[in-house]
């Protein structure tokens, strides 16, 4: 029949659109909206899926969230990567339950709560950030999401090195990503994946250089693009607006050889930094 809402428990409490509201039930709690007020005590013992209505008779739907809910509502200081380049990021490294990935940097900490809800319960995520203050945002923000127990948060330069080894991936999302491709290789194990997430292509073209040069195979470079319809019987189309650019997202994995190895390789495979044609 479903899971039954309890104190300290998260909703989505959802009335249509962007019109939704993550909160935290707590009995002598009030949620107040456009559409009149909730009181909290009146969630508790229903389960996720049923409705409530607000003093005013509008309906709320009582809605379990999602990782992609918490990333959404999450506390922002700095640009965050989004769910949709989030999804690929997966899908590329093939993390799963249990993987090692090292992060450079924090930011908010959004891709980390993402990381971190993938590579649960015995995987772990080991994210570096430089500025002390955007650790405390991405700290507050996994404590949210209650994923901060898989997550060790470090402050520093994570070019100088990410203190793990044997990791199955890395991911970069830094301004000049290139300066940390060597932490990185050293920090994965043999085929790991490198992902950078940069918002240009001077960007891309310095980093896949350097991807190359330290030895990394396979490098891709791609940028996703997500387009919603509007859904309406006969009339069913594109919505005007989109999203047109947030990042290049850029996959590579970590070979292992001499130099001399590297340097044929690289010769054989820097111009064919592709799309998924072949
Ligand atoms: C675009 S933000 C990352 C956003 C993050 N991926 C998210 O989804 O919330 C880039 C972050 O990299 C950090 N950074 C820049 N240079 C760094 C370095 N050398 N070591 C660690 N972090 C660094 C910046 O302070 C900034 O917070």
Redesign the pocket.
Known sequence: MGEVISEGDDVLIYLSGDKRWLITVKADKRIHTHAGYIECSSILGKRYGDAVKTNLGRTFWLLKPTIEDY?LK?E??????YPKDMGLIVAKTGLASGSIVV??????????M?LANIVKPNGHVYS????EE?LDV?RRNLKRSRLLDYVTLSL?????GFGVSEADAA?L????PW??VEAAWRALKGSGKIVS?SPTMNQVEKTCEAMFRVGFADVECVEVLVRGLQVKTGATRPATRMVGHTAYITFARKVLGGEKTLKEGVAESMDVVSDEEG
């Open positions: 990333v999450c922002r200081k700095t640009q965050v990567v992060e450079a940097g924090t930011g908010s900490g959004a891709l980390t993402f570096i950030e430089v500025k955007f991405a520093g330069d994570a070019s100088q991911i999302d830094v301004g000049d300066r940390f997430i």
